[in-house]
């Protein structure tokens, strides 16, 4: 692969200026003969599609890297490819004008995929207009699409996948967020990879199955076989199929191999002292927490136990402390209803446990918002705070 990149790279970066009013940096990818100046691909980059001469310089790297991955056959089909002159790169600019993207559009979008100058307007162009006139997209979702999907458009039409995914997931943009975490999704098969994920999904009675692979789409193109362990490794954890928190427990299992799985409840009994049968109960009721570093939970543990007071049975039965963030929840909000206690602005018996569930916008109109001239600098403490910064001290004094 070394000597195929090497073999590449000089077809792309040899030098042979060219006359002209831009500065040729001359990187061409093919001579069409002994006597004419060869096609510069950086340089066209620049004074075609809008590049920097550092970002053409790149882009063109780019395409270096993408055909290398591959075979001996790709890069043959390069060294034949439409980038033997502006002809082919001509025609797909001029395309993806016409169909309503910006000079600045262009620009980003042959970064993305500088491949997609190579393709053939008579192959993509149906394609990509079957997209925006079926799908109704305007030309700023037809940029954001191709930012994720351009390759996609490469070798096939993927009308039928992207409707199946703008319905499964409910808007063209959940779609493409799912899309950008799992580059693989707009390549799969729909008939044969995404449609029988969904179908088990069903079978296994799972709520919320959009929800669940909009956070984890590779489970849409995982094996069958492989989903299925995942199925049945969220049913040994204790946490039925009906169950709402079903769909957590697989998102932790396809993350976390049996080992890990196991080695965390281990740490559970350890650290909190319970036995195998509590744990069961927590993760029934948070399985997210499998998911959690040890560190993480060790340092909830200590605050809860060495600050706040609580003892570990009492941590046990209240297994949604272990989803709220240590940094921007739980801290903050003690060292606030510590300050509003300090100065009698709030009944002592007050639980800190009700304290942290409450809502954040009910939490301000209640605790903060009032409080901001007889506690001084109570809000931009809170607020730094929850924001993940250092806060400032609060003024205790009246």
Known sequence: MLLLRRHLL?????????????????CPLLSTSASAAPFSFEDYLVAACGLSPAQAGKTAQKAVDETSRHSKKAFEDLSRSRLKSASNPDAILAFLSGVGLSRTDIAVVVAADPLLLRCSVKTIGPRLLALRDCLGLSAPQVVRFLLVGSRSLHSRSILPTLQFLISFYGSFEQALVAAKRNRGLLHASLEKTIEPKVALFRQFGVRDIAKLCSNNPKLLTFSLERV????????????PRN????????????CNSREKVAAKIEFFKRTLGCSESEVSIVVFRQPSILGVSDEKHIRKFEFLINEVGMGPRYILERPYLFALSLEKRLLPRHRVLKVLQAKGLLNSKMSFTKFVTIGEKAFRLRFIDPHKDSVPGLAGYYTTACAGGVPPEVQLSS
Do not use: D, N, T, W
């Open 10 to 26: 000089p077809l792309l970066r040899a030098a042979s200026p060219l006359p002209s009013p831009i500065h040729r940096r001359a």
């Open 243 to 254: 169950s709402q928190m079903f769909k957590y427990a697989v998102a932790v299992v396809a």
């Open 228 to 239: 299925q362990e995942f199925l049945l490794r969220a049913e040994e954890l204790g946490v």
